[in-house]
Structures are given as C-alpha cells and as structure tokens.
C-alpha cells in the first residue's frame, strides 16, 4: 500500500473525498439553503451521497476550508453566504467511495436519522451511472486544499504501527523504553494545562510516543515513513479535524491506551502490544468520526 506522496503518479487523481466535496455543493445549491441554514445530519447526508461517514467528514472540512460550510460540534454543519453565492457545480460524480477504515466503523453503516433536516428527504440527487469529466473538473477546483486522505492515513498506520509495537516488544532497547516513559509523564503533565494549550502539548508527546516506537526498529525507511505519517495530522483536512474533536477527554483515553501499549512492550508480550495497538488507532479513529450534532 502506498500513499499518494509515495507516487507521483497519482498527483493528479481527483481524491474521493474532493469527489463529494464537489457533490455536497451541489446539495447545498439543491436545498436552496439560506445562509445560516443547518443541513442533514451527517448519517443522511452520507446515505443521499452513498459514500462512507469517513470520506463524508473529510469533505465537509474541504468545504469548511474554503468557508463555504461551519461545522459546530454539538450543533450541526451550517450553510455560509459564500456557499449560497457559489455557481452551481457539475454534479454527476460516480463511484463513491463506500469502503471504511476498519471492522468497527463498517459496523456503522450511514443509515438516514428520523427527524432529519425537513428539507432533506426533497433532496434527488443525480443519476450518477458514469463517471463525467465535468465532475472531475468540478472536484479539481477544490484542490488547493488536496492531501493524504486522514482516513487512508490511519488506515496505513494501522497495519504499520501494530507490527512495530510487536517488534518494540522484543526488542525495544532500555533507553527506548525509558523514553517511551518519558511521553506519558509529558502527557500527564499536559492534561494539567489549560484548554488553550493543551492540544499543542499533548500532540507533541503523542508524536513522540509513537516515533519512539519506531525508533526500536532500528530501520531508517521505517522510522521516516511512520514520522512522515503522524506529521499529517498537520495538513489542513486533519489538523481541522483534530482542532474540531480532540479535547481532555479524547487525550485522556489516548493516555489510557498508551499506557496499555507500554505495559505490553516492557512485559516482552509482542501479542498483547499489537492488540493494544490496533484498539489504540481503531478507537483514535472513531473518536473523529464523533458525531457533528
């Protein structure tokens, strides 16, 4: 598996996400929104679009990016005036993206929400049977704000990551392991700041558990493409969504689950640290998939 910074050849493929970007425009436009209108909850807007919750929430913070929507966690996704004044897109987009990161977010399906949006259920989205370069173009004009897919993202450190914490079981070495130690009690300390800062701190000792991880491998490929992926979460899309989803709470389970992965890798039980591994990136992926409102 490759990213699409690995393969130049796919710099120019229009990314799903970019996609439904382009299609949500065109459902904005169709539900004739006022500027400060809410739209349909996210699980509606997934099902009107057939694409998974994961590449849906990465297009409405495309479209957050380019101020056409606010997404207010706890509230819902409402319509700006730039949204309402944007010329109408192409909208026949085909092939959505209907895959999920893992087991547990494909045993969340998009299914419509009762009580939805009133104006929703008039929605009629195009016939989309086959694919049309005026879609394409339409996505293109969204990709100044184009990156690694943060769903794709966490998907690759999910097999990458899990191998490593197995290895750092066998053979992470006893300063490793103390500074492994050193990113917890750099946790701690920050869940002791205030809100204003707290994410900057706890982002830089998570970067530092998991590079240290890493580090146990001794390999140089391996320790460079795992940085190059925790260094994502500072792209537009995810560090959008990090600023929306991440708060005490979410670092405190982070802590919680770090500390699972410890204690696995100084018992030397390789099994027991791919496992907490796997739950550790699984439940950091669902945690920004909370719902919007």
């Known amino acids: 598996m490759t990213s699409d910074i690995s393969d130049p050849s796919r710099k120019g493929a229009v ?26 909850p996210e699980r509606e807007l997934a099902q009107l679009l057939g694409v998974s919750r994961p590449t849906l ?27 309402t004044t944007k010329e109408r897109p192409a909208q026949n987009v085909a092939s959505p993206d209907t895959a999920s990161f893992n087991p547990a977010e494909a045993a969340d399906p998009a299914q419509q929400y009762g009580n939805g949006h009133s104006d929703s259920a008039q929605v009629k989205l195009p016939e989309h049977e086959q694919f049309q370069p005026r879609a394409a173009s339409a996505a293109l004009t969204l990709h100044s704000t184009a990156e ?17 914490a197995a290895d750092a079981a066998r053979f992470m070495t006893a300063s490793l392991r103390k500074k492994l130690r050193k990113s917890l009690a750099d946790m ?18 998570d970067r530092l558990f998991h590079t240290t991880l890493a580090q146990s491998t001794d390999n140089q490929l391996i320790i460079q493409t795992l940085t190059s992926l925790f260094d994502q979460r500072y792209q537009p899309i995810a560090s959008t969504m990090h600023r ?9 389970a982070a802590l919680q689950e770090h500390e699972e ?33």
């Open 244 to 252: 929306h989803f991440d708060d005490r709470q979410a670092w405190m």
């Open 15 to 40: 990314r799903s996400y970019l996609q439904t970007a382009s299609q949500l425009r065109a459902v904005i436009h169709q539900l004739q929104t006022e500027p400060g209108a809410r739209l349909p």
């Open 148 to 164: 690694d897919s943060p769903k794709e993202v966490n998907q690759l450190r999910y097999f990458l990551e899990s191998g490593i």
């Open 188 to 205: 701690r300390d920050a869940l002791a700041d205030s809100d204003a800062v707290i994410n900057v701190r706890m982002a830089e000792a």
């Open 57 to 83: 929430r990465e297009a409405l913070i495309v479209l957050e990016l380019h101020n056409e929507i606010e997404i207010r966690v706890g509230s819902g996704i409402y319509v700006t005036g730039k949204a």
């Open 261 to 293: 992965i410890c204690q696995a890798i100084e018992a030397g039980d390789a099994l027991q640290a791919q496992a907490a591994m796997q739950r550790h990136l699984a439940r950091a992926h669902q945690r920004l998939m909370t719902l919007i409102g």
